[in-house]
């Protein structure tokens, strides 16, 4: 399973358009910087939560599924043995 660079593109553009284009657009009032970093980091940290589970798709830890007679002979080939009655 190979990585694309479509989806890697979309959410690069969509995120980054929260973070550094709708700081932009809010408007004048006490709190917009507050408002402006808000926006910032919830751009940064859902791009970056997306590319986190996005890469982990490429590697997955889950191994393949093996049947019994491929995991009995992988036993024997490395000098383990497995017992069945």
């Known amino acids: 399973m190979g990585a ?4 890697f593109i979309i959410f690069t553009v969509l995120w980054g ?15 917009r910087g507050i408002i402006q970093v808000i ?5 940064v940290c859902c791009w970056l939560f997306w590319l986190c589970c996005y890469v982990a798709q490429m590697n997955p830890l889950i191994g ?22």
């Open 39 to 43: 926006l910032m980091l919830t751009g």
């Open 4 to 7: 694309t660079i479509i989806p």
């Open 64 to 85: 393949p599924k093996l049947d019994e007679n491929t995991v009995l002979i992988m036993a024997k080939q490395w000098a383990h043995p497995i017992k069945t009655e």
């Open 17 to 31: 358009g929260v973070g550094i284009g709708l700081p932009f657009f809010v408007p004048k009032g006490p709190n």
